[in-house]
């Protein structure tokens, strides 16, 4: 008897229909091996066990594991003649997994931790319907729509704090060229500590000069404004981006100073976008005033965040 051809239960470089990777080191195996069930296209039920899955091992990238066909069963046969003459070369895992194992690495959606419950031979492995996705906390398949949503939503997030990082990034430079008189964005450390050191020196040589070094000086002082205004910017289109603000409050805060504008916009919160639902998350944990007295006890921060996320309630305790 020939040594069946072994099939690919999972491949590790590869993503799957719904778009993230499952390491082949995530797996647990424990369960099916005790019980290495071969279904029918993951049709659950006794009827469609046509077989098991013998020596599942990972090589390379890839778990494989042997077929074993029942051979008293018409319609296992049917399935293994398909298999033996080269028309059927697919197989399919069903695993179960919690939500909050599926994360991002290194820009990438990963399914950091399943357990294979069974696997099937398939037509089409790569089709959307081919992998089977149960949810450990239920029990239950999870329904194309709501891992699309719950993916969505992981993916959003991750989207946000992709951006957050570029604002802190851009917020950090920003304060730091400001109290420097920075006038160019170093490429590297080394390179910042140079110009920093480069700078500084420069300034206080000009300042010392007096007055004949006042052309200098304002030269200086005008192209920092000019960076910081860049720099202002790039905060506030960042900031629309997230969902943080609107276009039309845009001029509001514009007009703040550059290191309130950037406390003010840390504090806010982004938007959450699930599917076609745009869900505010957590407020930034002040307590909404009900008073004039309350108002004014809020910080400067608060009082922007407040006037933004409730213009008429801030204008009635105001008038009141």
Not at 136 to 153: C, D, N
Not at 253 to 262: I, N, R
Request: charged residues 25%.
């Amino acid at each position: 008897m020939p040594k069946p051809t072994p099939f690919v239960l999972n491949d590790e470089t590869q993503e799957n229909s719904y778009g993230f990777i499952i390491p082949n080191d995530g797996i647990a195996l424990d369960q099916f091996e005790s019980n290495p069930v071969m279904l029918n296209s993951h049709n659950n039920d006794t009827d469609n066990v046509i077989g098991k899955w013998n020596n599942v091992r990972v090589t390379a990238s890839q778990l494989l594991a042997d077929p074993e066909f029942d051979s008293e069963d018409p319609d296992a046969a049917k399935v293994a003649g398909k298999v033996e003459r080269g028309f059927l070369k697919g197989a399919s895992m069903g695993v179960g997994f919690f939500i909050d194992d599926l994360i991002y690495v290194a820009g990438k959606l990963i399914l950091s931790k399943c357990v294979l419950k069974e696997a099937s031979i398939v037509a089409v492995p790569s089709n959307a319907k081919a992998l089977r996705l149960y949810d450990l906390a239920t029990g239950k398949l999870f329904t194309k729509e709501t891992l699309e949503l719950q993916l969505s939503a992981l993916t959003q997030n991750q989207q946000i704090e992709n951006k957050k990082a570029s604002m802190k990034q851009i917020m950090l430079s920003a304060a730091a060229m400001v109290a420097l008189c920075l006038t160019a964005q170093p490429e590297t450390s080394e390179v910042l500590d140079a110009s920093i050191l480069k700078l500084k020196g420069e300034l206080e040589t000009e300042k010392a000069k007096g007055i004949a070094a006042a052309g200098k000086v304002t030269e200086l002082e005008k192209k920092l404004s000019d960076h910081v205004e860049m720099q202002n910017k790039a905060v506030l289109d960042s900031a629309i981006t997230d969902g943080k603000i609107t276009t039309e409050e845009r001029a509001t805060f514009a007009a703040l100073p550059f290191d309130t504008l950037v406390v003010t916009l840390a504090k806010i919160p982004a938007k959450q976008v699930l599917g076609d639902k745009v869900i505010p998350l957590a407020a930034n944990g002040a307590k909404e005033p009900a008073t004039f007295e309350e108002l004014m006890k809020l910080s400067d921060t608060d009082k922007t965040l407040f006037k933004v996320a409730s213009p008429e309630k801030y204008k009635a305790l105001l008038n009141a």
